[in-house]
């Protein structure tokens, strides 16, 4: 191709550069066939287009915002299957957008990540308190950024595959179980909430069902999770799975967004069944 046809490049900070130029020669190597879309939402645009290529090298299809309300229109969109995003944007930042995501039940399994300037320790704990998947730092080294995508949509396909997979549950017991005005009757399945029955998920009423049989008692999300699910995982990583399974039934339970009704959190700690009064 000639000097006129040649195709303007966006510069790659210098940080990015000579990595950037191995993980190229390494790339024809890489089958294509795995289209799996990432969004990356950044209001640098600089550092936008270096991920951008960064991870388009790899195979992935990338789309790209530059700030929170247009990450939220493109995801409604397309439904990728992982977020990076920085944390300091305008119009809505990267905790807002975390926050946004996570309370869609479709979307609460997409992996999260925080690729951003801020390093204080006290930003990293905000981060991992409120469930971001991972917390990266720039500058960063495309191989560490590629390690943590892989990783993260490995443990996504997992959990996915295993969200496709048929709910058993053993009933230990017949007997009803009442909690103030909550009727839960194990052997049919069957759930009424101040007289009103409640169509639950196989997983929503084992949940439910368990919480129950330990009422007013805090109980981890590590525990939850493998009754719901049969998984072994971090407290962290079965809180980004429990949450969408929690809001779910406290809606179906009728109380509205916002409202913890009988399900308390128990903030760093895990949930806690109420008896709830008619």
């Given at each position: 191709?000639?000097?006129?046809?040649?195709?303007?490049?966006?510069?790659?900070?210098?940080?990015?550069?000579?990595?950037?130029?191995?993980?190229?020669?390494?790339?024809?190597k890489i089958p294509m066939n795995k289209r799996e879309?990432?969004?990356?939402?950044?209001?640098?645009?600089?550092?936008?287009?270096?991920?951008?290529?960064?991870?388009?090298?790899?195979?992935?299809?990338?789309?790209?915002?530059?700030?929170?309300?247009?990450?939220?229109?493109?995801?409604?969109?397309?439904?990728?299957?992982?977020?990076?995003?920085?944390?300091?944007?305008?119009?809505?930042?990267?905790?807002?957008?975390h926050e946004r995501v996570r309370q869609n039940p479709?979307?609460?399994?997409?992996?999260?990540?925080?690729?951003?300037?801020?390093?204080?320790?006290?930003?990293?704990?905000?981060?991992?308190?409120?469930?971001?998947?991972?917390?990266?730092?720039?500058?960063?080294?495309?191989?560490?950024?590629?390690?943590?995508?892989?990783?993260?949509?490995?443990?996504?396909?997992?959990?996915?595959?295993?969200?496709?997979?048929?709910?058993?549950?053993?009933?230990?017991?017949?007997?009803?179980?009442?909690?103030?005005?909550?009727?839960?009757?194990?052997?049919?399945?069957?759930?009424?909430?101040?007289?009103?029955?409640?169509?639950?998920?196989?997983?929503?009423?084992?949940?439910?069902?368990?919480?129950?049989?330990?009422?007013?008692?805090?109980?981890?999300?590590?525990?939850?999770?493998?009754?719901?699910?049969?998984?072994?995982?971090?407290?962290?990583?079965?809180?980004?799975?429990?949450?969408?399974?929690?809001?779910?039934?406290?809606?179906?339970?009728?109380?509205?967004?916002?409202?913890?009704?009988?399900?308390?959190?128990?903030?760093?700690?895990?949930?806690?069944?109420?008896?709830?009064?008619?």
């Open positions: 191709m000639g000097a006129g046809c040649a195709r303007p490049q966006t510069p790659i900070p210098r940080f990015l550069r000579r990595s950037f130029a191995q993980i190229v020669a390494q790339s024809i879309t990432i969004l990356v939402v950044d209001d640098n645009t600089r550092m936008l287009a270096a991920v951008q290529r960064i991870l388009e090298s790899e195979g992935y299809l990338v789309l790209t915002a530059d700030d929170g309300l247009a990450a939220l229109q493109m995801i409604q969109e397309s439904t990728p299957h992982l977020i990076i995003a920085d944390i300091a944007m305008p119009r809505m930042n990267g905790y807002q957008l479709d979307w609460a399994l997409i992996p999260f990540i925080f690729l951003t300037g801020r390093a204080m320790d006290s930003d990293i704990r905000y981060g991992k308190e409120i469930g971001v998947d991972d917390y990266l730092i720039k500058p960063i080294e495309p191989e560490d950024l590629l390690v943590v995508v892989r990783g993260k949509l490995k443990r996504a396909r997992q959990w996915v595959r295993h969200q496709e997979q048929p709910v058993t549950s053993t009933v230990s017991e017949t007997k009803t179980l009442i909690i103030g005005a909550l009727h839960i009757d194990p052997t049919q399945r069957r759930v009424e909430f101040n007289g009103t029955l409640v169509q639950l998920s196989a997983r929503e009423f084992m949940l439910l069902e368990y919480m129950a049989r330990h009422a007013e008692q805090i109980i981890a999300p590590q525990v939850l999770i493998g009754v719901t699910h049969s998984l072994d995982l971090d407290n962290q990583e079965a809180g980004t799975l429990l949450r969408p399974l929690i809001r779910s039934l406290r809606r179906k339970l009728g109380y509205p967004a916002g409202d913890l009704g009988c399900i308390e959190t128990v903030r760093g700690l895990g949930y806690r069944l109420l008896p709830p009064v008619a």
